[in-house]
């Protein structure tokens, strides 16, 4: 049986570099903020009711041939709303 040495070169420097999680910090804030401030209504949310409402109309027109699929239809509206508000 052998045996094997290794040698392992210590690290050279830091390892994490002086004020990097400093500046990393002042991005992430700084980001956040710019966010913030350019966040509106989403057009997904500006329609989400208009959306809702033709789903509904739509399962109203399918509840004469197909009371099931406008069933799953009005279903689906009242679990949008209830999760989307």
């Given amino acids: 049986?052998?045996?094997i040495h290794l040698q392992?070169?210590?690290?050279?420097?830091?390892?994490v570099p002086r004020g990097s999680r400093l500046a990393a910090?002042?991005?992430?804030?700084?980001?956040r903020s710019?966010?913030?401030v350019?966040?509106?209504a989403s057009p997904?949310?500006?329609?989400?009711?208009?959306d809702v409402?033709?789903?509904?109309?739509l399962a109203e027109s399918y509840r004469d041939s197909d009371p099931a699929f406008a069933g799953d239809l009005l279903a689906a509206a009242d679990r949008?709303?209830?999760l989307h508000g």
């Fill in 1 to 3: 049986m052998s045996t």
């Fill in 8 to 15: 392992v070169a210590p690290r050279v420097g830091p390892i």
């Fill in 25 to 31: 910090a002042a991005f992430l804030a700084a980001w």
């Fill in 34 to 36: 710019l966010a913030r």
């Fill in 38 to 40: 350019g966040q509106g």
């Fill in 44 to 50: 997904q949310a500006r329609h989400s009711q208009r």
């Fill in 53 to 57: 409402q033709a789903v509904r109309d």
């Fill in 80 to 82: 949008h709303e209830r």
